[in-house]
């Protein structure tokens, strides 16, 4: 998740940075508040995991001089603060893990433009349209299931398929994880609002007691085959395998269709 690097189904790479592209771009957008005086220091409002921001701002600091107060919450809590605080806020910039807290921000006049130098170091259709933020890291939607359990060939299609009564008590999902709601979106927009609604009672009814509070209990409850499958964003399932090791690991990715409304590429920016 360092890098704005997203898989086709077939796992070959659709768009790749070279390694360092994250800090290279938020640098340039710090830089661009705090300026390059040793003396300088902005405040970041972070809604991105911990590790994540922690990275950057180790090796941005480390490049620029300039120091960076770390002010984390969930980010929608961060674009509330933003909002209720407007010109008097103390954030420099804002980090968030999915856009829509940025488009919200950008809507009510918050965000001011980011240097045209600065949007050219990522994909443009990872930044705002309207050049008032910037993508810094992605990830994509996939399904996550036990070997053990299922095979690749059993798997659904179509993320709309999750809502059959042939994976109820099967299914494992975080409805309350933030990545979750852009997929939400995503159905909604493919299939209208009635649809997504009777989808996520679907989802709901399939898993019953397996319905957990974030993406990292979802992933560790699959690999331990409490649940057959589920809906987690890919990095998820990197970072347990790196924690438990490849010996440990009975789960596997698998990634839809890229026009199947599950394939979702969040954007953090």
């Given at each position: 998740?360092?890098?704005?690097?997203?898989?086709?189904?077939?796992?070959?790479?659709?768009?790749?940075?070279?390694?360092?592209?994250?800090?290279?771009?938020?640098?340039?957008?710090?830089?661009?508040?705090?300026?390059?005086?040793?003396?300088?220091?902005?405040?970041?409002?972070?809604?991105?995991?911990?590790?994540?921001?922690?990275?950057?701002?180790?090796?941005?600091?480390?490049?620029?001089?300039?120091?960076?107060?770390?002010?984390?919450?969930?980010?929608?809590?961060?674009?509330?603060?933003?909002?209720?605080?407007?010109?008097?806020?103390?954030?420099?910039?804002?980090?968030?893990?999915?856009?829509?807290?940025?488009?919200?921000?950008?809507?009510?006049?918050?965000?001011?433009?980011?240097?045209?130098?600065?949007?050219?170091?990522?994909?443009?259709?990872?930044?705002?349209?309207?050049?008032?933020?910037?993508?810094?890291?992605?990830?994509?939607?996939?399904?996550?299931?036990?070997?053990?359990?299922?095979?690749?060939?059993?798997?659904?299609?179509?993320?709309?398929?999750?809502?059959?009564?042939?994976?109820?008590?099967?299914?494992?999902?975080?409805?309350?994880?933030?990545?979750?709601?852009?997929?939400?979106?995503?159905?909604?927009?493919?299939?209208?609002?009635?649809?997504?609604?009777?989808?996520?009672?679907?989802?709901?009814?399939?898993?019953g007691s397996h319905i957990y509070p974030n993406n990292e209990a979802t992933t560790?409850?699959?690999?331990?085959?409490?649940?057959?499958?589920?809906?987690?964003?890919?990095?998820?399932?990197?970072?347990?395998?790196?924690?438990?090791?490849?010996?440990?690991?009975?789960?596997?990715?698998?990634?839809?269709?890229?026009?199947?409304?599950?394939?979702?590429?969040?954007?953090?920016?």
């Open positions: 998740m360092m890098t704005l690097s997203c898989s086709s189904p077939s796992g070959a790479a659709s768009r790749r940075w070279r390694p360092g592209a994250a800090v290279v771009v938020l640098s340039g957008l710090l830089a661009a508040c705090g300026g390059s005086s040793s003396s300088k220091s902005i405040t970041l409002y972070n809604g991105q995991h911990a590790q994540t921001t922690a990275a950057l701002v180790a090796r941005f600091e480390k490049l620029t001089g300039i120091r960076v107060n770390v002010r984390s919450n969930d980010e929608d809590a961060l674009v509330s603060q933003i909002a209720a605080e407007g010109a008097n806020s103390p954030a420099d910039a804002i980090y968030a893990e999915n856009s829509p807290p940025l488009e919200y921000l950008r809507q009510k006049g918050l965000l001011v433009p980011v240097a045209p130098a600065t949007l050219a170091r990522a994909p443009s259709r990872y930044n705002s349209p309207q050049g008032d933020w910037v993508g810094v890291s992605a990830r994509v939607s996939v399904l996550d299931y036990n070997t053990q359990l299922l095979k690749r060939s059993q798997l659904p299609t179509s993320i709309m398929q999750l809502a059959e009564p042939q994976w109820k008590g099967k299914l494992a999902f975080a409805p309350s994880e933030t990545d979750f709601q852009p997929i939400v979106s995503s159905v909604a927009r493919s299939y209208g609002d009635a649809a997504a609604l009777r989808w996520l009672e679907g989802l709901k009814a399939n898993a560790d409850q699959i690999n331990r085959g409490q649940a057959e499958l589920g809906l987690i964003d890919q990095y998820y399932w990197y970072r347990q395998r790196a924690q438990v090791g490849a010996g440990n690991m009975h789960s596997a990715i698998a990634y839809l269709a890229p026009r199947d409304p599950g394939y979702v590429i969040d954007v953090s920016g």
